[in-house]
């Protein structure tokens, strides 16, 4: 089965920028993929979303205008460029896969079936 690994997470002031990295251990093109956070004490919550070719992506309103997600299939990778950051945005990051072939592109954790191991980020005031 498919891994991932995120990079790029670190310590960031408020306005500032990262650039969040998911490598898959095999071919990602035929899957959406996603990008969720988790605050301490919160609910996971969808982020960012990209169809499997590119073409679509999705992002929740408090982060739409400030982060770009994409992809790169024959590199088995999708980022999560952060701009704006705020210290709202402090989370632990996960790229997730729906390895649903082909389908619709879908914000629900519970629709994402592969799982990183998380990249901490934290925004300071």
């Known amino acids: 089965q498919v891994q991932l690994v995120e990079s790029g997470g670190g310590l960031v002031q408020a306005g500032g920028s990262l650039r969040l990295s998911c490598t898959a251990s095999?071919?990602?093109?035929?899957?959406?993929m996603g990008w969720f956070r988790q605050a301490p004490g919160k609910e996971r919550e969808f982020v960012a979303a990209?169809?499997?070719?590119?073409?679509?992506?999705y992002y929740a309103d408090s982060v739409k205008g400030r982060f770009t997600i994409s992809r790169d299939n024959a590199k088995n990778t999708v980022y999560l460029q952060m701009n704006s950051l705020k210290p709202e945005d402090t989370a632990v990051y996960y790229c997730?896969?729906?390895?649903?072939?082909?389908?619709?592109?879908?914000?629900?954790?519970?629709?994402?079936?592969?799982w990183g191991q998380g990249t901490q980020v934290t925004v300071s005031s």
């Open positions: 990209i169809s499997w070719s590119g073409g679509s992506t």
């Open positions: 997730a896969a729906d390895l649903s072939h082909l389908a619709p592109v879908r914000v629900q954790v519970a629709r994402y079936d592969v």
């Open positions: 095999a071919r990602t093109s035929s899957y959406n």
